[in-house]
């Protein structure tokens, strides 16, 4: 296809198609309602019900389910866009934003880019092409060479020349996938290879290069925007520095680490590298900051970026107005031109994931989800809690995408003050059915290194994941929970009782046998009488005074009780045979253990298990082979990340239930390991 020039007369936009999904669909739509913009959605199968599907005016179907399917099919999305009458495409960030054929695509469409011009996401497409060309315009950056085609001793030099240690990274996309780190030569094949394939999964381009590891650095970047009237503005710097696997997690600004010299050095590069390639639109330019001061660029990200809203919060800026307005030829505005930046603010990206699990994504379905927030997709007016969502109670995260819920931001007129409202706001949030990593982000938020500014990208590894993503709720909590689980039970079958409904389940006139429930966490006894209640979990005394009981509706109860002289209410949202806590001290999930349990299937010792549902992407062993504690058995891939499945123990592969390609659910076998050669009857 030819190029077309990007808009430079003003022009009215009616109408907007997001290619994308989740909370960024509906922090877009909220900016386009706003403005009069009639909004169009397109969707998955799999995101047939998600709620910015509903938000949209009208919607259209992708058919299928992944993202090469559905999302990353730009003749789909343009389609979809031509049908629905849009007159613009807004690409949000991730899948299709930084695609310059996409881009093109949407203009010989005749439908206006919500984004910078074709040419510039040319330029900056490839992290390779983008550092040769800041290191023209005079922006300083690191040692790097591609991995292209490179096997053997040509990616032995390769990476000898970059020096180690290194990154593995993805040439065409981001937000951590297609990275690898490296810190011996003998791991180097193996890192480009599933970088590779992680990158050609998520982004369909798996173009890889090396680039030199600075230790411990922070990830700053710079938020910047261009008109097509020659106007090019930085708007301040964010400091994203506490990352997982190459994934930022917290994210705020300005940055604790930059002064105002700093600040001015970092924005002029910034500026350099837009006006190197006459950007037009919202961007991001990255760098890694030194501790002696000394910053590099790292990419230039040519949309709007996840941590958008702090700029925002500083800013008084909504920068998906300013894209719009730029995308249909109007010039920054005067406060765009000359921004002030006031308070602070922090963003962190809550995820159905387990920390403590090797930061295990979760699916399934979300049971309650409740933020205490003073706004959703907007500025607070004063000091305040923002949320932009992607999910609600009742919706199925699934397998096939990010498993982000949602991002939740606080803005203060000091950085404390904002970290504090936001961990205050995260232990207080109703998160039902799935695993988080809240815990994790309130410890963060609270804990003094953090709220010293001492934050790099070495953070979580080296305060340690056994104190940062330990459950906010200690053990004398938790039992506390389990009893307060079991009283809420018996209270929702006493309400449901046809006589005496107003009695406490237990209470007793004269002495008997305690009640008793099971749960995973242990066994609770409970009893009433005249003197009160009198509790234990596994025999152990648990010491409260139940002062209220009041069933709220069907599955949920509140609890009003007093231990150790302190009065607190716990709410329980009982769901199945799980009960879920809430309280002052944290939340608690604790499952019901059924009186007589079934029969289950016997699974052969050395069984390799799937931890999620996914997709097998790679078998790295042989039936018979022997292997290595920790060796790579296979890689399952799930959620657009790929995880690793290694061998616990040394042995033999007796047996391989998978191939590539295969599709699992949780739970399902996936290779057998005995620690002996001779074969196991159970494996088959």
């Given at each position: 296809m030819g190029g077309v020039p990007p808009v430079t007369d003003q022009r009215t936009l009616r109408s907007v198609l997001v290619a994308n999904r989740g909370e960024i669909a509906r922090r877009v739509f909220a900016t386009a309602r706003a403005m009069g913009l009639r909004t169009v959605a397109v969707y998955s199968d799999a995101d047939a019900d998600a709620p910015y599907v509903a938000d949209a005016d009208v919607a259209v179907r992708l058919p299928g389910n992944t993202p090469s399917e559905t999302y990353l099919d730009a003749d789909l999305v343009v389609a979809a866009a031509l049908r629905a009458g849009a007159d613009c495409v807004h690409p949000g960030y991730g899948f299709l934003s930084e695609n310059a054929d996409f881009a093109r695509a949407v203009q010989v469409a005749g439908l206006v880019f919500v984004g910078p011009s074709v040419e510039a996401i040319e330029a900056m497409g490839s992290k390779l092409a983008a550092k040769e060309l800041m290191q023209r315009a005079g922006v300083p950056t690191l040692p790097s060479a591609d991995a292209t085609g490179l096997v053997g001793v040509e990616l032995e030099k390769a990476a000898a020349d970059v020096g180690y240690p290194l990154l593995v990274k993805a040439s065409f996309g981001g937000?951590?996938?297609?990275?690898?780190?490296?810190?011996?030569?003998?791991?180097?094949?193996?890192?480009?290879?599933?970088?590779?394939?992680?990158?050609?999964?998520a982004f369909g381009n798996g173009t890889v290069f090396l680039e030199r590891l600075v230790e411990r650095p922070r990830h700053v970047e710079v938020q910047i925007f261009g008109d097509s009237h020659g106007h090019t503005v930085a708007l301040f710097e964010r400091e994203c520095s506490i990352q997982r696997r190459h994934q930022k997690v917290v994210e705020e600004a300005p940055s604790p680490a930059v002064d105002p010299d700093l600040r001015e050095r970092l924005q002029d590069a910034a500026v350099a590298a837009a006006r190197a390639i006459d950007y037009v639109g919202a961007g991001t330019v990255e760098f890694l900051l030194d501790d002696g001061g000394d910053f590099f660029f790292l990419e230039v990200n040519t949309r709007l970026q996840v941590e958008h809203p702090v700029t925002e919060a500083v800013t008084g800026l909504d920068l998906v107005r300013l894209q719009f307005d730029v995308a249909a030829g109007r010039p920054l505005p005067a406060e765009a031109l000359t921004p002030t930046l006031t308070g602070c603010a922090i963003e962190v990206r809550l995820y159905a994931e387990d920390p403590s699990r090797n930061w295990l994504p979760q699916s399934g379905r979300l049971e309650d989800f409740h933020v205490p927030a003073d706004t959703e997709f907007r500025l607070p007016t004063g000091p305040g809690v923002r949320l932009d969502s992607g999910v609600a109670s009742g919706v199925e995260v699934g397998v096939h995408y990010d498993p982000m819920l949602a991002k939740v931001i606080a803005w203060a007129p000091d950085r404390t003050s904002a970290a504090l409202a936001l961990a205050g706001a995260l232990q207080r949030a109703r998160l039902h059915g799935l695993t988080t990593n809240r815990d994790l982000l309130v410890r963060v938020l609270r804990s003094e290194a953090f709220l010293a500014g001492e934050t790099d990208t070495g953070f979580l590894d080296r305060h340690g994941l056994d104190l940062l993503a330990a459950p906010l709720v200690d053990d004398e909590g938790r039992r506390r929970h389990a009893v307060v689980a079991a009283l809420a039970g018996a209270a929702l079958r006493r309400s449901a009782a046809p006589a005496l409904a107003g009695l406490p389940s237990g209470w007793r006139n004269n002495p008997t046998a305690p009640h008793t429930t099971v749960f995973d966490a242990g066994t609770v006894r409970y009893s009433f009488d005249r003197s009160g209640i009198t509790a234990d979990l596994d025999a152990a005394p648990v010491p409260l005074t139940v002062l209220g009981t009041d069933v709220l509706r069907p599955g949920r109860v509140r609890l009003e009780v007093e231990a150790d002289g302190?009065?607190?209410?716990?709410?329980?949202?009982?769901?199945?045979?799980?009960?879920?806590?809430?309280?002052?001290?944290?939340?608690?999930?604790?499952?019901?253990?059924?009186?007589?349990?079934?029969?289950?299937?016997?699974?052969a010792p050395g069984s390799l298990t799937a931890a999620m549902p996914g997709t097998v992407s790679r078998v790295a062993v042989v039936e018979g082979e022997r292997i290595d504690a920790g060796q790579l058995v296979l890689v399952?891939?799930?959620?657009?990340?790929?995880?690793?499945?290694?061998?616990?123990?040394?042995?033999?592969?007796?047996?391989?239930?998978?191939?590539?390609?295969?599709?699992?659910?949780?739970?399902?076998?996936?290779?057998?390991?005995?620690?002996?050669?001779?074969?196991?009857?159970?494996?088959?």
């Open positions: 937000g951590g996938r297609g990275m690898r780190e490296v810190r011996d030569p003998s791991d180097l094949a193996d890192a480009v290879a599933g970088a590779g394939r992680e990158a050609a999964s302190l009065r607190a209410t716990y709410e329980v949202h009982v769901q199945g045979d799980r009960s879920f806590v809430d309280g002052p001290d944290g939340s608690t999930t604790l499952v019901e253990q059924p009186r007589f349990p079934e029969p289950t299937a016997k699974v399952l891939e799930a959620m657009k990340m790929e995880h690793p499945v290694v061998a616990p123990a040394a042995g033999v592969v007796q047996a391989l239930h998978v191939q590539v390609g295969a599709q699992v659910e949780t739970g399902a076998t996936l290779a057998v390991v005995a620690d002996t050669e001779e074969g196991n009857s159970d494996a088959s």
